[in-house]
């Protein structure tokens, strides 16, 4: 795509998603909003998995680290919830880096293996925690109104606040992979000796991706406990990491707007196949996602890539 | 290229519209002259499934209702998504059920964390969550939630039952109690030591818990045991429970065992756990147990069987979920058989808070449902019963937990 399309497409893109609460009912708003934090989440597994071929199955528990972080300091010490969501990815940056120090001796799917008991760890240690985290009874929070008088609804509010935090990580995260850091990361994929040999500190990158990957998912686990007002252990099961990893891969491994994709996909498919049959939802499901990878190898941010590739290179030839 | 950009353009703004919808505006959501829309969740995929046998058979309870000409002339149509037991899908689904759909009210949503994530929304937006499938103690608090409402005996209630028999009928007893290490574990072992009240650091003489995720409770069982318990409070959920009942078959300790009704199913618990092994051991109960055969020429069960047959013949006919949910549909339609032509959200709450000794059929003889202003716990009674190596004969009184 020449870089004045792609300007046109994002200024498009994003005056509908400004335009879009003005547009839609409150509960139309809050799914969009869910859509806009499943991004995040999604964002930050695929710069570790995508970008860095690191594969999760647990993202979910940076997730519920995120919510809870929020959800605590809300509850317990009434802290603005912006304050809380900053708390919130640090602490996952620390804690992701950390998990991301033993994880280096773990190749694809040992690492795959370790994250995922880490995903399924996850409830029971809510549990446990009861006096923080009130056991499986969870924590109820309020919705917060819209700030200096705004004349938007809560549901409107939360989503322009979860828009504006999505748009600066994306920008972050542009800005991160498009540079030396982000060649850095691509090149321990692909091949991660090559990398070392031309001095990359592989176990340095390695941790810090992770770190900051977790950073991504735990500030989406806070948004998310803001926008639906409760948390709870049963809401981070190991369904939700795989609901992630499918949502990335759906969307398009190392590209940054199938993050977008990949979450509009994780929101609004399993709605429709219930509403397609109410029998056998999953299945459908199913066939969704078979459907989607047969068609779309590359996710669909890469099927939209290579229509665009296709219809350029028509131009080109029209115009020889 | 501009071609395709602008058709991009369009097939994001045709999505937009198919998502916008008309807000109608009136003054009873959900009721036409010819319908009720009433709104439901339930797990019919995830880890808790088990459970989605209980919207299907409210589905074809309504279904019958309507076959027979509705309620007042009116057909329920009766909207039940799947929320896969996860609380912010359980948000996301009722929030759809209340704005998109614009139901009258939801009802039987099940779980406790599920109803705990809406239970704020529901009464800010003063929509009814009506005889919710949980057993926790929250739900009958009308002065600071005045649209939430229980329905089955809690657990803390069953609790106190427990504790009013061992009182009376064990003298010195000594508790040994194994519970699961959640709320509803929590909850059951508080309804029992409330009622012991002063006496219960005295009579509980042991505590054991187990985590859901645990392989076995077999060494707990030892220890219990070995404390030398009389009384064995056995607090388990159904695979936890057959263990609980083997082990302590096998080590030869024969305590008087209270099992909560949580595992009282017959096909389920006892009868993998061993007929012999589950001899004696008493439970609390509410509802007829279908595998009994003294209901065999019972009115109420003969009804049933039939709607099963006739209206969800792939149900089974020996689980209790399935006379659970047919119960709390009739205990629906007598609620909005009150409610006359004044189905309005308000009334709904203050019919459903006005049931006077309603008896429904699969309930025990003598069990009614009562509600009032101040208690939002419409089902209070229940009867002990105890395993004869067959089925559960029940025996004694009716006890009330809103009576101390």
């Known amino acids: 795509m020449s870089p004045r399309v792609r300007y046109v497409v994002l200024v498009a893109v994003l005056a509908i998603a400004l335009a879009l609460p003005f547009l839609v009912s409150n509960f139309r708003v809050f799914q969009f909003t869910q859509v806009a934090v499943y991004a995040i989440a999604l964002l930050g597994l695929n710069m570790l998995t995508g970008y860095n071929g690191q594969i999760s199955l647990g993202h979910g528990a940076f997730y519920a680290l995120g919510a809870y972080t929020t959800a605590i300091m809300i509850d317990r010490w009434d802290v603005p919830y912006p304050l809380t969501i900053v708390t919130a990815g640090v602490l996952c940056l620390i804690a992701g880096f950390l998990f991301g120090i033993p994880a280096l001796r773990l190749e694809g799917l040992y690492l795959a293996l370790a994250t995922f008991a880490l995903a399924l760890a996850i409830p029971q240690i809510l549990k446990y925690f009861e006096h923080w985290t009130g056991g499986s009874q969870g924590i109820v929070l309020s919705k917060p109104n819209p700030p200096w008088g705004l004349p938007l609804s809560p549901d409107q509010w939360l989503y322009f606040f979860t828009l504006a935090v999505l748009l600066v990580l994306f920008v972050l995260a542009r800005n991160l992979l498009a540079g030396r850091t982000g060649r850095a990361i691509v090149a321990i994929r692909d091949n991660p000796i090559a990398a070392q040999a031309m001095g990359v500190n592989t176990a340095l990158y390695k941790s810090l991706t992770f770190g900051v990957s977790a950073a991504y998912t735990g500030v989406a686990g806070a948004l998310s406990a803001i926008v ?15 609901t992630f990893l499918t949502g990335v891969v759906i969307g398009g491994l190392a590209s940054i707007s199938g993050a977008i994709f990949g979450a509009l996909f994780i929101q609004f498919v399993p709605n429709w196949a219930q509403e397609i049959s109410k029998a056998a939802p999953w299945a459908i499901y199913g066939i969704f996602l078979i459907g989607f990878m047969y068609a779309m190898p590359f996710g669909i941010a890469g099927a939209i890539r290579r229509v665009a590739a296709r219809a350029a290179l028509r131009g080109t030839a029209a115009r020889a | 290229m501009t071609t395709m950009l602008s058709r991009l353009v369009l097939s994001a703004l045709v999505a937009l519209v198919a998502f916008v919808v008309p807000a109608t505006a009136a003054d009873t959501p959900g009721v ?33 209702i309507n076959d027979e000409g509705g309620i007042n002339g009116r057909k329920i149509n009766f909207i039940s998504v799947d929320d896969s037991y996860s609380p912010p899908k359980t948000v996301e689904m009722v929030r759809r059920l209340v704005e998109q759909d614009q139901v009258a009210f939801v009802f039987n949503t099940l779980g406790t964390p599920t109803n705990s994530a809406i239970h704020k929304y529901m009464n800010q937006q003063k929509v009814p969550q009506l005889f919710v499938a949980t057993g926790a103690t929250k739900w009958g608090d009308p002065q ?64 054991q818990t187990y985590e859901v995720t645990d392989p076995t409770v077999d060494s707990q069982i030892v220890n219990l045991k070995n404390s030398g318990a009389n009384v064995f409070y056995n607090v388990t959920i159904p695979k936890f429970a057959v263990q609980a009942i083997k082990k302590a078959h096998d080590v030869g300790w024969k305590p008087l065992h209270l099992l909560n009704s949580v595992s009282s199913s017959v096909g389920v618990v006892l009868k993998p756990a061993g007929l012999d092994a589950s001899k004696d051991i008493i439970t609390a109960r509410y509802l007829k147990d279908v595998t009994d055969p003294q209901w065999k020429n019972d009115a109420g069960y003969k009804d049933w069987l039939a709607f099963m047959q006739k209206y969800y013949p792939d149900g089974s006919t020996v689980d209790d979920f399935n006379v659970y949910g047919y119960t709390v549909a009739q205990g629906l339609v007598q609620v909005l058989k009150q409610c006359g032509n004044d189905l309005s959200r308000a009334n709904v709450m203050k019919q459903a808070a006005t049931l006077k000794d309603l008896s429904l059929p699969m309930l025990l003889p003598g069990i009614t449902v009562n509600t009032s202003a101040t208690d939002f716990y419409p089902i209070e009674q229940e009867q002990l019963a105890k395993f004869d190596g067959e089925r559960w004969v029940n025996f004694g009184e009716l006890y009330d937990a809103s009576k101390k």
Request: hydrophobic share 40%.
């Open chain 2, 32 to 64: 036409t002259a010819t319908e009720i829309k009433i709104g439901h969740t339930n797990p019919y995929s995830g880890p808790a499934s088990a459970y989605g046998t209980i919207g299907k058979v409210i589905t074809a309870y309504f279904k019958k």
């Open chain 2, 144 to 207: 600071h939630f005045p649209w939430t409402m229980g329905w089955q005996p809690t657990y803390q209630a069953e609790g106190h039952i427990y504790a009013q028999y061992v009182l009376k009928n064990v003298p010195n007893a000594k508790i040994g109690i194994l519970y699961q290490n959640d709320d509803y574990g929590k909850d059951y072992v508080k309804g029992l030591k409330d009622a012991l009240g002063d006496a219960a650091k005295k009579i509980v003489v042991m505590e």
């Open chain 1, 228 to 242: 639906i007002a409760f948390v709870a252990p049963d809401a981070f099961n190991v369904f939700l990491s795989i």
